[in-house]
């Protein structure tokens, strides 16, 4: 199938400052087309989470303007909220509950009816190779297994655009082939997906364009052959080595960052 040229998400000037000052993100303009396979990459406390957490409205935008399928995410949260998926760092899961009964609870959140809930269950948990487990409480699964429920959940109401921050972060190499391979899948069948990850070899395979923030600031886009063209690189890695600067003393010291391993050394 020929690929869409409408663009799916058009953000423009999108900046945040936090509370406190921190210019999280500094007038960043980019698009995706609609169907395609879009990664970003960046440092630790680069921006990604912030810029991808003001795309699907969970955090609120300083200034700029971000449209989803052609809808402006603050003025239209509920059209956004309908077309989007999320799988996030910051999102926990229900500790008393198992997996096919959160998945209804957000089937019949998103009002979807009773006989489309329990078809996308059985088809979400076959894709992430859950079915087996379906019934048991969501706490006692491996991390791998987490992860792959995270994303059938984020599933259920069929949304166009998938957002992923860090999926495999945490996860062993086979957890990670695993996660890779059904968001191919998604990507294959159609959906458009955004992804935030620090795996370079996979963003190298997997993603049709990559962007790369430093300091709030897009730094280079493009298609994994047109950076390493451009940067004069071998692979994904060398150019994000010469496009970006080490935030290492920043994160130490910032006592708001979101980014899971700060909070969980503190
Ligand atoms: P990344 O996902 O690339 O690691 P983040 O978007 O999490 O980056 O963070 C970008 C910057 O914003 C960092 O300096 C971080 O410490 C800061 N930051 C993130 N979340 C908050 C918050 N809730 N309050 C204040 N500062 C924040
Ligand atoms: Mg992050």
């Known amino acids: 199938m020929p690929k869409s040229t409408k663009s799916i998400i058009e953000v423009k000037n999108l900046t945040k400052v936090y509370p406190g000052g921190t210019k999280a993100v500094d007038s960043v303009s980019f698009q995706v087309r609609e169907g395609e ?3 970003f990459l ?25 449209k989803i399928d052609g809808f402006e995410v603050t003025e239209h949260a509920d059209e956004v909220y309908k077309r989007v998926g999320f799988a996030m760092q910051e999102v926990g899961l229900d500790e008393v509950a198992t997996a096919r009964e959160m998945m209804e609870l957000h089937g019949r959140l998103y009002h979807l009816q009773p006989a489309e ?3 996308q269950i059985s088809k979400l948990l076959k894709l992430v190779e859950l079915e087996k487990v379906a019934d048991k409480f969501t706490s006692t699964y491996s991390g791998g297994m987490r992860r792959r429920f995270d994303l059938a959940l984020s599933l259920i109401h069929k949304p166009k655009i998938l957002f992923l921050d860090e999926p495999t972060q945490g996860l062993d190499p086979h957890a990670r082939q695993l996660i890779w391979g059904h968001i191919r899948e998604l990507n294959r069948q159609g959906m ?21 923030m430093d300091k709030g600031k897009i730094v280079t886009i493009g298609t994994p052959d047109e950076l390493k063209k451009k940067h004069q690189s071998k692979n994904l890695e060398e150019v994000f080595l010469k496009t970006t600067g080490s ?13 899971p391993y700060i909070r969980a050394r503190r």
């Open 192 to 212: 458009t997906i955004f992804l935030t990850t620090h795996f370079m070899e996979e963003a190298e395979q997997l993603c049709e364009r990559i962007a790369i």
């Open 42 to 66: 960046g440092p630790n406390g680069a921006g990604k989470s912030t810029t991808m957490n003001m795309l699907v409205n969970l955090v609120k935008k300083t200034s700029g303007s971000v």
């Open 37 to 39: 396979f879009f990664g």
């Open 247 to 259: 935030n290492l003393a920043n994160e130490e010291v910032n006592e708001n960052a979101s980014d």
């Open 117 to 119: 809930i329990k078809e």
